[in-house]
């Protein structure tokens, strides 16, 4: 093993830093608080602030501009008021705005608000600085909530919880109330938690007003806000939450979908039933079991351009069952990707927390059970209808001030077949802005021994082993390590990557292995904040990459520069100066192009967005050339009332051979997505696409009811058609009608 001579050394230095460290951090008692007053009856909520018990809280007020200012005074008026009662935290908004008439805000579903004003209230519930919750409103009520941690922000997190706001002539008002048994937090008799208030206001530039100070030279946003005090005996709350389903769909398709002579069969009107209950003793800790789950997804991916990539995509998780505590199993290396589970049969999932140290563990029976083969230079993605159980177990130990060591256990067995897969990870934070992280992983695999469900010729390197499916035993390793300075203008990340050719994460997403990479990321920065720019900088990103017999694979520098300019507007050009590549033994020199990325919102009805590639690419297949040609992107977000949004993008590409001119290809993929919001709960969507590489349109249209994220109700169908030349045309080839019920039973 390549770190096996060197990965004691690491974890005991490791340990020794974090020992250090915890043993001694200086509580900051200088911090500003604000204190939840105890009421003993709910509060009806309107958005107006209207109930008389508001006033017994006393007010705090956003006093910093941090964005584009830096702790300059704040342009307005923000006063924030806390309460609470055995059930819920209540937070009021009174918004002062002396232009009310510029107040952006629309009537959307919930986590597609952020383009609006809106408050932020950020609680670190266990005020350790690892994680926070975000809890956003906009002044239309609608809801957005967030997972922060490191300074990184996840919008898959739902919460239950409840809000109302309402626009006036002086601004804008909002009420929230968020249960306890929404959140995770201490089982202690007096709280304490970590927080800070954010508000936005979008206008000329994204402008951000703060509680506290927002040092830019401090990278721990986390560590920089306040404390709520005054909360008490709530420790004792438990819940259970019930969430039944029921699905009904009919699937109609071509018997053959590549013969437009084959008869349409209308299938079979089908329903499905499942649910899963979920346990709470306490707040810090959940027990969670489902039974034949719906996994299936109301919000379709949208088409990734594919035809020159040599190595699997990544979709974003969007099912609700892998979303809650999905913090605590990421990683830098993704060794667990839960869309490898693909359709179980049941799951069930522990997550907890007690002091310092944070658990969770996960296991699933899947009954399409897919694989993602890795290699040097290219991976393949195969489905199945193989039967696997899957155990995932994670532990991590917080220090506090960002720093934690985790371990991570990962198994997939498959019949005789199996990935065994465990190792170490860390961050560490010292001298104020630098970390040091690291991830250490050991995998031991059997393959599936079945040549007819997979069969390649390619190999893993000089080990021997190759990629058909033919039951051979391997093991590998994987390490990452990381040095990184974040600051107000300087800052650099040097990555080291060292991967072994027969590393394999079943459960996870690590499509390429045989590697060893060196990265090198520097970056200056500068805040003018005149009339027409906020900021900009620019950088340099150079790197080598290795195989594991010691063959330079590629070779790359950089440079690079952004300028965030009045109008909300940003802009990013990079240009690849050297960038040399040997690929399937062919050495390819001087594979130069330059990137463009546009982004604006010059009004609240209108958001663009244009990215681009130019210059010279590598066709990747069996017979490789060096060709030029671009891939670009570009979507039109417009919204003509508060309720209607028309979302439009155009993605293409296309490459041409150097040497003698030969397209290779030259394709596009167009998609609108129309949604009218008829209430905060109610929704109707039309999806339509056209991908012009397999001559392919699909139109998704869907009827949405969401009183919550978890009670839904959905209705709507998909429709499919390939062109098959002439004299068909255009001819339908699938087609899909369903509807779904979850409802959420919480006691």
Not at 77 to 105: E, F, P, W
Not at 474 to 503: E, I, K, V
Request: some cysteine.
């Amino acid at each position: 093993m390549v770190f096996s001579r060197y990965s004691g050394l690491i974890l005991s230095h490791t340990i020794f830093c974090f020992t250090y460290l915890a043993a001694f951090e200086v509580p900051d008692t200088a911090k500003p608080v604000i204190r939840a007053v105890k009421i003993e009856s709910d509060i009806k909520l309107t958005g107006k602030l209207t109930d008389p018990r508001w006033n017994l809280a006393q007010p705090i007020e956003l006093n910093y501009e941090v964005t584009p200012g830096e702790n300059t005074p704040a342009p307005q008026h923000t006063l924030i008021r806390m309460l609470y009662n055995q059930d819920y935290v209540y937070i009021g908004y009174d918004c002062k705005d002396s232009n009310a008439a510029a107040i952006r805000a629309h009537i959307t579903d919930r986590d597609k608000m952020f383009d609006d004003d809106f408050v932020d209230a950020i609680i670190d519930t266990y005020g350790d600085y690892q994680r926070a919750y975000e809890i956003v409103v906009n002044p239309y009520g609608i809801q957005g909530d967030l997972l922060m941690t490191s300074n990184n922000e996840d919008a898959s997190l739902d919460m239950v919880w409840e809000s109302a706001a309402s626009i006036n002539s002086d601004g804008w008002t909002a009420e929230i109330a968020i249960p306890f048994k929404s959140m995770r937090f201490p089982s202690v008799p007096v709280q304490r938690w970590g927080v800070n208030f954010i508000r936005t206001i979008p206008r000329a530039s994204r402008t951000q007003i703060s509680w506290t100070r927002i040092d830019r030279n401090n990278p721990c946003l986390l560590c920089q806000g306040g404390f709520i005090e005054g909360i008490s005996n709530v420790e004792s709350v438990t819940s259970i939450d019930l969430l039944p389903y029921v699905v009904g769909q009919q699937r109609d398709a071509l018997d053959d979908d590549t013969d437009p002579n084959s008869s349409f069969h209308n299938g079979k009107v089908t329903g499905r039933v499942g649910g899963g209950l979920r346990y709470s003793p306490s707040p810090d800790l959940a027990v969670e079991g489902v039974i034949n789950p719906d996994f299936s997804q109301v919000e379709s991916d949208a088409t990734q351009i594919s035809v020159n990539s040599n190595f699997a995509l990544f979709y974003p998780e969007k099912r609700p069952f892998f979303l809650l505590g999905v913090d605590i199993f990421q990683n830098q290396t993704q060794t667990f990707y839960s869309r490898t589970i693909n359709n179980p049969l049941g799951s069930g999932r522990v997550i907890g927390k007690s002091g310092s140290l944070s658990f969770a563990y996960l296991a699933a029976s899947d009954r399409n059970t897919p694989f993602i083969v890795p290699g040097e230079e290219t991976s393949d993605y195969i489905a199945t209808n193989l039967q696997s159980i899957s155990n995932i177990a994670r532990a991590r130990y917080d220090l506090g001030q960002e720093a934690f060591l985790g371990g991570m256990v990962v198994t997939r067995n498959t019949g005789p077949a199996y990935n065994y897969l465990g190792g170490l990870d860390w961050n560490y934070k010292f001298w104020e802005n630098y970390y040091f992280q690291g991830e250490l992983f050991y995998a031991d695999t059997r393959e599936v021994n079945d040549s007819a469900l997979f069969s390649n010729n390619r190999v893993f390197g000089r080990t021997g082993n190759d990629a058909t499916f033919n039951g051979e035993q391997y093991d590998g390793s994987s390490a990452q390590l990381m040095l990184r300075r974040n600051a107000r203008n300087y800052s650099f990340t040097f990555q080291y990557t060292d991967r072994t050719p027969t590393f394999q994460a079943q459960d996870g997403f690590v499509p390429n292995n045989d590697l060893r990479t060196g990265t090198l990321q520097q970056s200056y920065q500068f805040y003018p904040n005149n009339a027409w720019i906020d900021s900009w900088g620019g950088g340099l990103n150079s790197g080598l990459h290795f195989n594991y017999d010691g063959v330079r694979k590629e070779k790359w520098a950089v440079p690079y520069m952004w300028a965030n300019f009045k109008g909300q507007t940003n802009v990013n050009l990079s240009y690849l100066a050297m960038n040399d590549e040997l690929y399937k033994g062919f050495q390819f020199t001087n594979i130069n192009r330059a990137e463009l990325s546009i982004y604006s919102r010059p009004a609240s009805s209108l958001t663009l967005q244009f990215d681009g590639s130019f210059g010279r690419f590598i066709k990747r297949n069996d017979m490789p050339d060096a060709g030029k040609g671009h891939s670009i992107s570009f979507t039109a977000l417009v919204k003509p009332t508060s309720q209607l949004e028309i979302d439009l993008s155009y993605s293409r590409a296309r490459l041409s051979s150097i040497a003698t001119g030969e397209l290779f290809y030259d394709g596009y993929i167009a998609r609108m997505v129309g949604i009218y919001q008829f209430t905060s709960e109610v929704f109707l969507r039309l999806i339509g696409q056209y991908d012009e590489f397999n001559k392919a349109i699909n139109v998704f249209p869907l009827v949405s009811y969401k009183l919550n994220p978890y009670t839904i109700f959905y209705v709507g169908s998909t429709y499919s058609l390939s062109d098959f030349g002439d004299p068909y045309g255009f001819k339908q080839t699938s087609r899909q009608y369903f509807l779904k019920l979850q409802y959420l039973f919480r006691s």
